[in-house]
């Protein structure tokens, strides 16, 4: 029986949680720390992501207790991993994975010290933080910053970090190396007169990766930061040693919004396809048909659905091979009432029969996925569809004609001659 009300209250806290979200995805946060004594190290993070109604459940990563699945369901839309120094984690990486597979979404701190767990788990998305131990230095940061920089390199995509989001941020801690995986994506660099060592030296210096992300193909993500400092309460407000900055907060919210999915998340509202002139429908057209294809996709943003506009959606049309890639015009009024933007293509098949599909595969950096596919038949011309007559066969056409025509004249010539040359003879015999 408690078994039963443990599952039905599972259940109901699922519902709720996702009918009042502001992330697409739900509400409910694992918080793992190292030591539960440093939760109010990050207070004012915590107030955020409150203020934008999340769930937090704070545990420490040992904690037997702890878990990501109900069997096949989620208990946690979101996982922030602040414990890079455990080692016996109750949640291994290979959980943490098969999470993200079921579209969890995964925020990872780690600073100078982090162990070879919480490094492995980065590895698992194509990330590897620099060698334990080394930080992330300029000139002064240890002089006159406590070890911190400042730094401007926003290198995100702007489905990721907005522009204009802040002018500077500040940093303390280890860099990382993002992969060459097309899924993963940098977000903020050092400055060029950086180095990632344990003791700066002029000769060295380089734009050092501090931040990176990867969104993986189920549109799960996960974010990679090198630093544990850059989230606490000093850095959320700016107030560190020696540096004007107004701190991190704007930045962090946009990290993070992206990150449990509250922005640049798309959904296909519909899809449909009909010949040119109608609007139903069709299993299978013929070829050279003119057809009319549409597409609605709905963006969340602000806590809500609201129309996608771009100009670099395209449609393929396939059979093994694309027969034709062309971009659909996005007709969207500035005035729409609908929470959805409509792109549309005005097109001719291909003068091949088959079996096709209709395939929209929208990947862009920062953006959830679309694939939208409809598969339709395309068949030839029946024997009695073709035109009577053929452009192609005109000098055919002509041929017999001048052939008939030929005839006739000799026929008329034969036939008007015939017996001259008798009746001249016959006359001259006379």
């Known amino acids: ?147 911190a920089i400042l730094t401007t390199q926003v290198v995100a995509p702007k489905s990721i970090i907005a522009e204009g989001t802040t002018s500077s941020v500040v940093y303390r801690g280890t860099g990382l190396l993002a992969g060459t995986v097309p899924l993963v994506s940098r977000i903020l660099s050092s400055e060029a007169n950086c180095a990632s060592t344990d003791k700066f030296k002029n000769d060295v210096t380089a734009k050092v990766d501090l931040i990176a992300a990867m969104q993986t193909r189920s549109s799960a993500r996960a974010t990679f930061v090198g630093s544990l400092d850059f989230f606490s309460d000093a850095f959320w407000t700016g107030d560190v040693k020696g540096l004007s900055t107004p701190g991190n907060a704007a930045f962090i919210t946009e990290l993070t919004k992206w990150t449990f999915q509250e922005k640049s998340v798309l959904k296909v509202v519909d899809h449909r396809h009909h010949p040119e002139g109608s609007k139903h ?97 395309i068949r030839p011309f029946r024997h009695n569809e073709y035109p009577r007559f053929l452009t192609a066969a005109y000098p055919y056409y002509t041929s017999v004609g001048s052939m008939f025509a030929g005839f006739l004249v000799f026929s008329l010539v034969w036939l008007s001659t015939w017996g001259i040359r008798a009746n001249a003879q016959k006359q001259k015999s006379q």
Do not use: C
């Open 1 to 147: 029986m408690k078994n039963v009300l443990l599952a039905v209250s599972f259940v109901l806290t699922t519902l709720v949680s996702s009918s009042f979200a502001r992330s697409a995805t739900g509400d409910r946060v694992l918080v793992l720390l190292d030591d539960l004594a440093q939760q109010p190290r990050y207070s004012r993070f915590w107030q955020s992501l409150q203020e934008r109604d999340f769930l937090l459940d704070f545990k420490q990563a040992n904690d037997p207790n702890n878990g990501l699945l109900y069997f096949t369901d989620a208990m946690y839309d979101h996982v922030i991993h602040f414990a890079p120094k455990t080692q016996d984690a109750t949640i291994k990486n290979q959980q943490f994975v098969e999470y993200l597979s079921e579209r969890g979404n995964l925020l990872v701190a780690v600073d100078e010290q982090a162990g070879n767990s919480v490094r492995d788990l980065a590895s698992e998305f194509d990330i590897e933080f620099d060698p334990k131990g080394t930080r992330v230095l300029d000139k002064q940061a240890d002089a006159k910053h406590d070890g």
């Open 281 to 377: 429908s069709k299993p299978w057209y013929r070829i050279k048909d003119d057809i009319v294809y549409t597409l609605e996709v709905a963006e969340y943003k602000d806590d809500a659905w609201v129309p996608f506009r771009a100009d670099d959606v395209q449609l393929e049309v396939i059979m093994l091979d694309p027969y034709i890639r062309t971009t659909l015009d996005d007709i969207t009024s500035p005035h729409t009432h609908h929470h959805f933007g409509r792109f549309t293509k005005h097109l001719r098949l291909p003068d091949v029969y088959g079996v096709f599909t209709f395939k929209v595969n929208y990947k862009r950096s920062g953006w959830t996925y679309l694939l939208a596919e409809d598969v339709v038949a």
